[in-house]
């Protein structure tokens, strides 16, 4: 027996041990793997990308719908202290059914003001009694925000004038942003008048 042999290493382990530094990933493997990644990656960025995008378009209609509130809630506060209202058509509007473009009344310091859209604002003016010269309306709303539609009807029944005056809104409000402009809401909302027609003051 040699002498040495106890010291060789059998060749079935030697071959074992030899596949070891010879395994890994072939072209094929590695390309199939890239190609999977990159479509991962690819989807999740686009996901990512649509995520920002909606969020930006959340926070901007928020910021659209807290401003219109705080514009309807100062309209609905003159209005409910107001009488004489009047409904005007304003050339070029695009109300229907009954709706117009403009509302007038006096208000509780006996004024007359007026409400309508304009360049895609809520706007007002107030005159001094009834003289308006040297007036003009001033917006209400914010530059961002864009007011396509802006209509009021009187929905009360003024019979024997024992029914107060009610003035429905009716709005659409989008942004000034050109890449949201086909997000919008609607608004409609009533307000009734405090004062009677038969409690008016007298002139």
């Known amino acids: 027996m040699n002498k040495n042999s106890k010291f060789k290493i059998p060749a079935c382990r030697q071959a074992r041990q030899n596949s070891k530094f010879r395994k890994g990933f072939t072209l094929v493997e590695l390309i199939v793997a890239m190609s999977v990644f990159i479509i991962a990656i690819t989807i999740a ?23 219109a509130s705080l514009a309807i809630e100062q309209v609905a506060r003159e209005v409910r202290t107001g ?3 009047d409904l005007n058509n304003v050339p ?4 229907i059914g009954g709706q117009e473009e403009e509302l007038e009344f006096t208000n509780s310091r006996a004024n007359s003001v007026f409400y309508r859209e304009e360049s895609d604002a809520i706007t007002r003016m107030e005159c001094v009694g009834s003289d ?13 925000i864009k007011v396509d539609r802006l209509c009021f009807t009187n929905t009360g029944s003024l019979v024997n004038g024992k029914d107060p005056w009610r003035i429905t809104f009716f709005m ?5 942003d050109p890449k949201l402009s086909g997000e919008v809401l609607n608004f409609q909302t009533t307000v009734a008048a405090r004062i009677l027609p038969q409690e008016l003051p007298e002139e």
Request: with cysteine; charged share 5%.
């Open 172 to 176: 659409t409000l989008g942004s000034s």
């Open 83 to 85: 009488y004489n209202f």
């Open 132 to 144: 308006c010269s040297g007036k003009t309306f001033q917006p209400l709303t914010a530059s961002n």
């Open 45 to 67: 960025v686009g996901a990512f990308v649509q995520a920002l995008r909606t969020q930006r378009i959340v926070n901007h209609m928020l910021s659209v719908n807290s401003n």
């Open 92 to 95: 070029q509007g695009n109300c």
